[in-house]
Nanobody, 117 residues
Framework: QVHLVESGGGWVQAGGSLRLSCATS????????MGWYRQAPGQQRELVAA???????NYADSVKGRFTISRDNAKNTVYLQMNSLKPEDTAVYYC???????????WGQGTQVTVSS
């Protein structure tokens, strides 16, 4: 069963922008900190950005000032707006949900982002 449905990845030139979306059920969305992780070839998966149910955010230092995470409670969707993209942002991006009730985490299937120089 697919709990998180991602969209919006693709190819872009350096300096360009992309927006990722991740939709889930109202139940999961309402009780979870939502986040985006990424994993480049040969690298560990790393947190890119996260937003709590109270809309507090945190970002990896490498994306601060360029990426913005937001959540739309009416659509049960979390977004990652990525601006000023760099080749080093190339990775598979994964949506993540961490329920505050201590239940199991959820992961999306991943969406490829490729930034060419």
């Amino acid at each position: 069963q697919v709990h998180l449905v991602e969209s919006g990845g693709g190819w872009v030139q350096a300096g360009g922008s992309l927006r990722l979306s991740c939709a889930t059920s109202r139940l999961i969305f309402s009780i979870s900190t939502m986040g985006w992780y990424r994993q480049a070839p040969g690298q560990q998966r790393e947190l890119v950005a996260a937003v709590t149910t109270g809309s507090s955010t945190n970002y990896a230092d490498s994306v601060k000032g360029r990426f913005t995470i937001s959540r739309d409670n009416a659509k049960n969707t979390v977004y990652l707006q990525m601006n000023s993209l760099k080749p080093e942002d190339t990775a598979v991006y994964y949506c993540h949900a961490r329920p505050l009730d201590g239940g199991a985490d959820y992961w999306g299937q991943g969406t490829q982002v490729t930034v060419s120089s």
